[in-house]
């Protein structure tokens, strides 16, 4: 019976980010069969781990924080909508399914899941990623599957623009390639690193491939005996880049300089920035009330007066909030929110690993940064919660390390 259970808590384990992706979006699917089936498997895990979620007493002060964390996404999701706007329960979940991945920890919990079958899945994960990032830009298979619209409707950044939920784990997979490689100098890392990074570039978000680049050399050349040997190489090449990237014919790299530069010289002509636009918005106009400013919106719903006036902003006034990441997160759960945003990643990077496990913090790092100017942060809770594991079950000593016998957790 223990085996049965165990083999019900791996298959959860890996359907969990097809079904939360929404199987990447297939329109060959019935929309509404689909979300509906992703609101019901996230409601039938929550209920599954419930016991992880809300009876466990935590020892680890990560998952003491981990879990006031939970609690607090749970209220600003599900009850502050109530309250701001009387947008209805299950609308709220309908749309909180996104942050609700972050309740995959507590599944990677339940089942103890081994280092080397999570590896798998995140190479996995990572492959299927890429492949349909190939398929779509060689095939142009705009609307049928991927987000619709402006992400992946053009070629202004020299290709097809494909946008797919479970691009993250083309990150994840980069950083824990790069600490795998340092540690065991095996040529099959260098391989996944290099597919990683080229899902990276495919998504051409210029922030995506400008921190995952920086933080990944760091981690190469961080305590490397060739150390002075590589920052001169990267100094030099860094001395040329510009004018390599002023000059270069390269399809995607000229088209996405080209914008860059476009997007500079409406900053020099007095035209703002869209995401300055949209940071003073939110933060100075948008919420009327102390009690918003304080435990947040919630999200909306296109069927809720919230919903509407979101909708109306973002059509005639192209204002977005997920532009802005940390402004978003204030937007749905206020200060509170934000706080418990800063407190759960203060002591994530606070906490001791093993130096073959800092992969997991230049991967919360790149979280960081990068959700400066999307919401990367707010979606990414599968692959979070895989680092968060890593960190707590194999990356402080083997004295702390979770079993499935003798979980030191709680």
């Known amino acids: 019976m223990k085996i049965s259970f165990n083999k019900i808590n791996i298959f959860l384990i890996w359907i969990f980010p097809l079904v939360a992706y929404q199987f990447f979006q297939y329109t060959g699917f019935n929309k509404n069969a689909v979300i509906f089936s992703s609101v019901l498997f996230i409601a039938v895990i929550i209920f599954y781990v419930s016991d992880y979620i809300f009876l466990k007493t935590y020892k680890n002060k990560v998952l003491k924080i981990y879990q006031l964390f939970i609690y607090w996404l749970f209220f600003c999701t599900l009850i502050s909508p109530i309250l701001i706007w009387s947008q209805g329960i299950f609308l709220n979940f309908r749309i909180s ?3 609700y991945r972050y309740i995959y920890i507590f599944l990677l919990l ?6 080397k079958k999570l590896v798998t899945l995140i190479d996995t994960y990572l492959i299927i990623n890429l492949i349909l990032k190939f398929i ?3 095939y142009s298979l705009v609307g049928v599957f991927g987000f619709e619209g402006d992400f992946g409707d053009n070629d202004v950044r020299g290709i097809l623009r494909p946008r797919f939920e479970g691009s993250e784990f083309a990150a994840l997979a980069f950083f824990l390639h790069i600490g795998k490689y340092k540690n065991k100098n095996n040529r099959i890392d260098l391989i996944f ?4 990074f080229i899902a990276i570039l495919l998504d051409l ?3 995506y491939i400008f921190f995952s680049a920086i933080l990944g050399v760091i981690m190469f050349i961080k305590s490397s005996r060739y150390k002075i040997a590589y920052i001169t190489i990267i100094g030099i090449m860094l001395y040329f880049l510009p004018d390599f990237l002023m000059k270069t014919q390269l399809p995607i790299i000229k088209d996405l300089v080209e914008l860059s530069q476009d997007q500079f010289e409406s900053n020099k002509n007095d035209e703002k920035d869209i995401r300055i636009v949209e940071t003073e918005y939110f933060l100075k106009d948008f919420n009327h009330s102390l009690s918003q400013v304080i435990i947040g919106n919630g999200l909306p719903h296109a069927n809720s007066s919230y919903g509407k006036k979101i909708v109306k902003l973002s059509e005639n006034d192209n204002l977005y909030s997920n532009d802005v990441g940390y402004v978003h997160i204030f937007l749905y759960s206020g200060i509170i929110g934000l706080f418990m945003y800063v407190l ?3 002591n994530l990077l606070r906490e001791s690993v093993q130096e073959k496990y800092l992969w997991t913090k230049f991967f919360l790092v790149y979280i960081i940064l990068t959700n400066i100017a999307s919401q990367t942060m707010s979606i990414s809770g599968i692959t979070i919660s ?10 402080r000593t083997k004295k702390k390390q979770i079993t499935n016998e003798n979980i030191k957790i709680y």
């Open 97 to 99: 399914i996104e942050i």
């Open 110 to 115: 339940k089942t103890a899941i081994t280092e």
């Open 136 to 138: 779509f830009i060689k």
């Open 193 to 196: 690193i290099l597919l990683a």
């Open 205 to 207: 978000a210029r922030q």
């Open 344 to 346: 759960v990643y203060f």
């Open 386 to 395: 895989i680092a968060i594991y890593f960190i707590i079950a194999f990356g």
